[in-house]
């Protein structure tokens, strides 16, 4: 009889993605909501926040894909040096690189010998691999991926900023705060819902952390923009 092959889908294979698209969408919405309301506030004129918001969306995006570009590629040129160094050790000094894997499996609970047969094994089938995962802890999931990162950084800043500029371009002028400010907290609620739902978490906590400081965000820029828009000099 064939035994069957336990498969488990583990989230953390998720983080790479999941990470820059939390937060350029969170992002978006914050940002985004922030400046309509604070420019709203200043000056309660509907070209001027259309315009405020359009370009806060354009801007941020172009902002979150170049900033999660460079900094995950800096991370990447990281591991990259770290595999070239490690890639010399074995070829230099595969003995003690050996003896380097085996105290690693030693230290987390494997008895000596076996230890050491386990090393020497990992090391005859990917000698890298082993070293890159049980040493520098680089694993496939984890890997950095610059190009993912800023691409979905963007895409997900658009689409976080869009839901407060349709809010502020479909409501009354008058009525551009409050709706702004109600729709994009019940964006950020669904987008913490989804994001620790996808990534396993609690989903209250999540929830009540991103409303909460999305709520301080709009209320701060919000304050700002009424004192100097009723005190221009």
């Known amino acids: 009889m064939r035994s069957k092959r336990h498969l488990e889908r583990h989230l953390v294979s998720r983080i790479g993605w999941l990470r820059a698209a939390v937060l350029g969408a969170n992002d978006g919405i914050v ?9 709203a506030a ?16 354009l801007a941020g995006a ?34 003690m690189e050996l003896e380097e894997l085996s105290q690693i499996y ?21 000698a890298l691999e082993a070293h890159a995962r049980d040493e520098l802890g680089i694993t496939s999931h984890l890997a ?13 800043f658009a689409v976080g900023a869009a839901a407060p500029l349709l809010v502020a371009l479909l409501a009354p002028t008058a009525m551009v705060i409050p709706a702004v400010f109600i729709a994009s907290l019940l964006c950020l609620a669904l987008l913490g819902a989804l994001g620790a739902r996808t990534g396993g978490a609690g989903i ?22 009424a004192l100097f828009g009723t005190n221009p000099g």
């Open 204 to 225: 209250g906590r999540a929830v009540m952390r991103v409303v909460f400081w999305g709520a301080v965000a709009m209320a701060v820029t919000a304050g700002v923009g």
């Open 144 to 156: 950095a991926r610059p190009v993912q990162a800023g691409i979905t950084s963007a895409l997900t």
């Open 31 to 39: 940002s985004t909501a922030s400046l309509i309301v604070g420019v």
């Open 62 to 95: 172009l902002s979150m894909a170049a900033g999660e570009y460079v900094s995950v590629s800096s991370q990447a040129d990281t591991e990259r040096a770290d595999l070239d160094r490690e890639r010399t050790e074995l070829a230099e000094m595969p003995e």
């Open 42 to 57: 200043a000056a309660p004129d509907r070209y001027a926040i259309l315009v405020a918001g359009v370009a806060a969306l």
């Open 106 to 126: 030693i230290s987390r609970g494997v008895e000596e010998k076996l230890a050491r047969d386990v090393a020497a094994q990992m090391m005859a089938h990917d």
